[in-house]
């Protein structure tokens, strides 16, 4: 053979053994983007940065960062850093900001309908349930519906289930609806105006300034949601009661919204994404929150030394007495809100129904283990 045949034959087996070599390592290992296109947006919570609930914001931010691989990159700011915490809907709907975490119910003096989406008893769903009519009941399209008729440029996702919420933090234990007469309180949303109907002078305030104001006298009393958000945001250094239990937000649940012209920009891919981290992110939330609220729970009694009390049922039947007649008044003048009410009522007496009917009773089983009678138990 001669030496040019002999080069060409080996140009050839190197060329193909490169070729071989370079497949292999493609099929073992994930290839190399470089230049990768980023995506980034700035968020706003309606939470100070101390609270659980702005942790369950970056929580969110997380997974979509996570799940992305860096290509849509989600930096959240506690309230107040760029706009109010009532003032996010407004920032979201102009491209202020890309996106935000908080609840429906902040929006209220926009449209009175979006604090159906948690300020009142939801006639006797928990807030999983709730969530449940909105996926699969109807509220998706009629919050689209809500939003379109006020003009806001914004796709919202509700999610994250909240526990009942306490009726409040008081000087002095309530027993009965008489108690309430001119009770300087703090609560939001259809709230208001149930509060307002047992005889409160009501004052709507975000979370991160409701301590400040019952130091400073401005309030006599004030709910806002749960044991570690509560105890985080200093209530037990004010007061030293709380009431559990109530009807006022029975089930409420946060809300991710984003501007809907940036994120109707994004990939379909992204989108997917971030439907499915909502999802996983509200599982998250319940789990998170069962661990963290029992433990506050817990601490508030031995470390804080706060009383605990149960509202009377006299009072949790006057807030539904009252809520029917708000509800009944507000359809009255507002068809969307008319329409919302009628679709959670049929969703809920057949929900409602079927779980009355098949969960047992967790009330029997804790008093069987833990209750003043209880047997002592050994494994």
């Given at each position: ?222 709910e806002f949601n749960n044991a570690s958000s509560d105890r985080v945001l200093g209530f037990p250094d004010v007061s030293k009661v709380c009431m559990l239990q109530s009807y ?132």
């Amino acid at each position: 053979m001669s030496n040019e045949k002999t080069k060409t034959s080996r140009r050839k087996f190197l060329t193909t053994a490169v070729a071989t070599t370079a497949g292999a390592a493609a099929l073992g290992a994930p290839a190399v983007v470089h230049g990768q296109a980023v995506t980034s947006m700035r968020w706003q919570s309606t939470w100070p940065s101390k609270d659980i609930f702005h942790e369950y914001a970056l929580d969110y931010a997380k997974k979509v960062n996570d799940m992305t691989g860096g290509e849509l990159k989600i930096e959240v700011l506690p309230a107040g850093a760029v706009v109010p915490a009532f003032g996010l809907l407004d920032a979201v709907s102009k491209g202020t900001l890309d996106g935000g975490h908080g609840v429906l119910v902040y929006h209220y003096g926009k449209q009175t309908a979006l604090a159906l989406w948690g300020s009142g008893p939801a006639y006797g769903m928990d807030a999983n349930m709730l969530l449940a009519w909105h996926k699969y009941g109807g509220g998706k399209d009629l919050l689209a519906k809500l939003y379109a008729s006020i003009g806001a440029n914004v796709v919202s996702f509700p999610y994250g289930p909240m526990p009942t919420q306490p009726l409040g933090w008081f000087k002095k234990p309530i027993t009965k609806v008489e108690d309430f007469q001119g009770v300087k309180y703090r609560t939001v949303g259809i709230s208001i105006d149930v509060f307002t109907g047992m005889g409160a002078a009501v004052n709507a305030l975000p979370g991160g300034e409701i301590v400040s104001a019952m130091d400073r006298g401005l309030l006599d009393a004030a709910e806002f949601n749960n044991a570690s958000s509560d105890r985080v945001l200093g209530f037990p250094d004010v007061s030293k009661v709380c009431m559990l239990q109530s009807y006022h937000q029975n089930a409420e649940q946060f809300e991710i919204m984003f501007n809907k012209t940036k994120y109707d920009a994004l990939p379909e891919k992204m989108k997917a994404i971030i439907a499915n981290a909502v999802d996983a992110a509200g599982q998250d939330m319940s789990w998170k929150a069962i661990d963290r609220y029992s433990q506050d729970y817990e601490e508030m009694q031995t470390k804080d030394k706060v009383k605990f009390y149960k509202t009377p049922d006299s009072i949790l039947q006057k807030q539904l007495e009252i809520y029917d007649q708000v509800v009944q008044k507000k359809a009255a003048e507002n068809p969307l809100f008319k329409e919302i009410v009628e679709s959670q009522l049929a969703f809920a007496k057949r929900a409602t129904g079927w779980e009355n009917d098949t969960v047992v009773s967790r009330r029997m089983a804790y008093n069987h283990y833990w209750g003043p009678n209880a047997p002592a138990k050994k494994i």
